[in-house]
C-alpha cells in the first residue's frame, strides 16, 4: 500500500491503522532526508499550500510552514487577525476566494471542532487539520506516537498514561483514538472534573492518582491546563493542581524504571511539570517538536499525491 484510504487529514477517527503505518514509513524516509546537509526535496515544487490559522500557534504553525519548503512547496500565510475575517467575511468566503488563486491544499487550525469537516463538504481542495478547538489535534499524535516507536521501538503492546485536562484537549483525543488504532495501552489522569464521563467508552483505563499512573506507564504524555477553554472553573487553584498532578524529579526518582516524559507544548512550567523534569534526560519534548517537521512532510506528500491521482 502506498497511498493513503482519505483525501483529507480530519482527524485520527477517519485513519486506518494501515493509514498510520504508512505515514510512519514515508515519515522515516523524510527524516533521513532532514539529516542530509541538503535537506530539501522536489516533491511538492507544483504544488500550492496554504497555512490557515485562525487561532494561535507557535510549533505546529512552524513545522508546517517547514515541511512545506523542505518538499519545494508554494506557500501561503493566512492569519485571521491581520485579515479580512475582522470586516465579516465567513470562513466559505475567504477560503473560496483564496482557492481561486490556485491554492492545492489547505493546512487549517480553527478554534470550532469540526470547522475543518465542514470546509471538506464545500471545497475540492485537500485539507489538513492543525487542530480544531477541543476537537482533534492529528498531526501532534501522529508525532506523539512516531516518537514513541522511535524510542521504545514500537507503538504497539506500550502503555501510554496522558495526564491532565482531559476534557478540554484536542491532543488528549487524538492520542487516544491513534494509540488504540495501534494496539497501545491508554490510561488518562486527571482532576475528576477534567474526565469526561465519556472517555472509557474509548476503552482507557481512568486513574486518578499520578503516582499510580507513572508505575503503570512506559510514557507520560502531559497536557496543558487549558484555562481559555474553560468557562467555569473545575479545581480550586492551580498551586493544588500541581500538587496533585505536576511531574516533578522525586516522582520519577521513586519508580524503579525509566519511562518517555513527552509534552506537546507550550508548557506550562511549574504547573503540569517542573523545569527539572522538562529539561531531564527522560524528556523527549524537543525530539517531538523535531519528529513533527518529518511526519508533517509525510502527510503533506501522501495527501498531495491522493490530491493527483
Ligand atoms: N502542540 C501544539 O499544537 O503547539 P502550538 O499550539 O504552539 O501549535
Known sequence: MNSLSVKHLLGIKYLTRDDIELIFATADEFKEVLSRKIKKVPSLRDTTVVNLFFENSTRTRISFELAEKRLSADIINFSS??????????????????????????????PAPGAPVFLSRHVEASIINAGDGTNEHPTQALLDAFSIREK????????????????????????????????????????????????????????????????????????????????????????????????????????????LIMHPGPINRGVEVTSEVADSKHSIILDQVENGVAVRMAVLYLLSGNRMN
Open 152 to 259: 521504545l521501538g514500537a507503538v504497539e503492546g506500550k502503555k501510554v498514561a496522558i495526564i491532565g485536562d482531559i476534557r478540554h484537549s484536542r491532543v488528549a483525543l487524538s492520542n487516544i483514538l491513534l494509540l488504540k488504532k495501534m494496539n497501545a495501552e491508554v490510561m488518562v489522569v486527571g482532576p475528576p472534573t477534567l474526565i469526561p464521563n465519556y472517555i472509557e467508552s474509548l476503552g482507557v483505563r481512568v486513574e486518578y492518582d499520578v503516582a499510580a499512573a507513572l508505575r503503570w506507564c512506559d510514557a507520560a504524555n502531559l497536557l496543558r491546563i487549558q484555562l481559555e477553554r474553560q468557562e467555569i472553573q473545575y479545581f480550586p487553584s492551580m498551586r493544588e493542581y500541581s500538587l496533585y498532578f505536576g511531574i516533578n524529579k522525586k516522582l520519577l526518582d521513586d519508580l524503579d524504571k525509566e519511562i
Open 81 to 110: 487577525s491581520a485579515s479580512s475575517v475582522k470586516k465579516g467575511e465567513t470562513l466559505i468566503d475567504t477560503v473560496r476566494n483564496i482557492l481561486s488563486m490556485k491554492v492545492d491544499m489547505i493546512v487549517m487550525r480553527h
